[in-house]
């Protein structure tokens, strides 16, 4: 089966622009997850959908991040306006819930904010 | 929320030596403990989980352990080949019913040494 595909694999922006990822999870998995990887550290958690519900936000920087799952498929993660200590790996990962437990990665998106 | 706390943040093995990374969580509601492998610039990748109703599972040369009691859990890498280099990382989380996302540890980079 296909992976989990993110896009695009690496960003530079300008400090206060706008960027946005796309992540399309594995066919069927209903349960979709952003987070966010600093460098030598673990992944953070930002956003976790149960289908288009956005059901743990608590960690999602809303003054700048905001993020959608239209038809509980795809989502885009955007940032706006970004700024310098915003340069991370964004990943996106999807599991199908429940007690099943195991998360599948996407290759991430590196964002570097000049 | 959960917390884990991951150590060594480096390990140096001779290979064919054995590897331990241990890890200490918080919350203990919290009954499914995987650990991830990631390959430098790749995605993080599932290589063997635990969770609260069992002490220790084995897989080949890896296995964890489970402390419930004292809120602990351990990576064990017995014969360990120069492709078992990279950053492994701990996680916890509730799975079932109220299921949330996984927390992290900050990762351990084990280096083998020919």
């Known amino acids: 089966e296909a992976g989990v595909v993110q896009s695009p694999r690496y960003k530079i922006i300008e400090k206060k622009q706008p960027v946005a990822f796309w992540c399309n999870p594995i066919?069927?998995?209903?349960?979709l997850y952003w987070y966010l990887q600093n460098l030598g550290q673990g992944p953070e958690l930002l956003i976790r959908y149960e289908n288009e519900e956005a059901v743990d936000d608590s960690q999602l920087p809303k003054d700048r991040f905001s993020a959608e799952r239209l038809k509980g498929v795809d989502s885009t993660l955007k940032i706006q306006p970004a700024e310098l200590g915003d340069s991370a790996v964004y990943l996106c990962?999807?599991?199908?819930?429940?007690?099943?437990?195991?998360?599948?990665f996407g290759e991430g998106s590196r964002l570097t904010v000049l | 929320g959960e917390n884990v706390e991951q150590h060594p943040s480096t390990l140096s093995v001779q290979e064919g030596d054995s590897a331990v990374i241990k890890c200490t969580y918080s919350d203990s509601a919290s009954n499914y403990f995987p650990w991830y492998k990631q390959e430098l610039g790749k995605r993080p990748q599932l290589i063997i989980d635990i969770r609260s109703n069992v002490g220790e599972k084995k897989d080949q040369r890896i296995a964890v352990t489970l402390n419930k009691t004292a809120k602990h859990f351990s990576l064990h890498i017995t014969e360990t080949q120069p492709e078992d280099s990279a950053v492994y990382f701990c996680?916890?989380?509730?799975?079932?019913?109220?299921?949330?996302?996984?927390?992290f540890g900050k990762g351990t980079h084990l280096i083998i040494q020919p």
């Open positions: 996680a916890a989380s509730r799975r079932g019913g109220g299921a949330d996302g996984l927390t």
């Open positions: 066919s069927g998995h209903n349960t």
């Open positions: 990962a999807s599991s199908r819930g429940g007690a099943t437990g195991e998360l599948f």
